[in-house]
């Protein structure tokens, strides 16, 4: 087996709601290694989401902490270390697809930026793979939430992210296009990503190495 790359250690959280405080997380215990697809469950309202968050760096524990590479996060780490792809999506609206899958990419380091030749290969194998090779040219306003939902996953992948964090990434799809989101999943994993996805589809659970389940703030294997 790989090295652990993602680490939680003891996540607690809580929130505050008028009719009382809630402990989502309750001293959660995390460990993801590289090349090893990971699925979550968990009822809705479990913290899957939640977890997600703190794991990429988006929120932050009361206490406890997650670790890439055995250090610490401060905030979320750059794309091409881990890459998260919440429910919400978060596509940049005033970029076309294609510009969207592109940005990791442009973003990296000097050393680590592709070409331009390399950056549309890149773009133009990913959409292709997803059955969105038509639509890079368009905003993402002007295409379906399914559509929406793959190309944000390109655009998570795309910079070959050494950490994938992907929130309910088949929820909107029509049953057609999962196989191939699967494929992207596995693939990523298998070319030594850490992958965790939180999911309530047994497909994915199908292609998973291992799952695990969120109840009352702590994991179950
Ligand atoms: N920003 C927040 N403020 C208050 N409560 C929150 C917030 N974020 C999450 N929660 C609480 O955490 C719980 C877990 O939410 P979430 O992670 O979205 O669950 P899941 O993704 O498993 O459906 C919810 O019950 C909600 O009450
Ligand atoms: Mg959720």
């Known amino acids: 087996m790989n090295r652990p790359i993602l680490r939680a250690i003891g996540l607690r959280r809580r929130f505050a709601h008028p009719s009382g405080a809630v402990d989502v ?4 215990e995390l460990s993801v290694s590289s090349g090893e697809l990971v699925t979550l469950f968990g009822r809705s309202g479990s913290g899957k989401s939640l977890l997600l968050a ?3 760096g988006f929120d932050t524990p009361d206490s406890g902490s997650v670790l890439l590479n055995g250090v610490p996060i401060a905030g979320a780490p750059p794309w091409h270390t881990c890459a998260v792809l919440p429910q919400a999506l978060g596509l940049a609206g005033e970029l076309t697809i294609a510009e969207n899958v592109a940005l990791p990419l442009r973003l990296a380091v000097d050393g680590n ?30 295409v379906s939430f399914g559509q929406q939902q793959r190309a944000a996953l390109a655009r998570a992948v795309s910079g070959r992210p050494k950490v994938l964090l992907t929130d309910e990434p088949t929820a909107h799809l029509d049953p057609g296009s999962t196989p191939a989101v699967l494929d992207l999943l596995r693939r990523c994993a298998d070319e030594g990503a850490a992958v965790l996805v939180a999911t309530h589809d047994d497909a994915v659970h199908r292609v998973a ?7 009352d703030g702590v994991l179950s294997g």
């Open 54 to 56: 703190l794991l990429g």
């Open 113 to 142: 930026r592709p070409g331009e030749r390399e950056i549309r290969a890149r773009v133009g194998e990913l959409l292709a793979g997803l059955g969105i090779d038509g639509l890079g040219d368009r905003y993402p306003p002007e």
């Open 209 to 215: 190495d291992r799952r695990i389940h969120l109840l």
């Open 25 to 28: 997380l309750r001293g959660l």
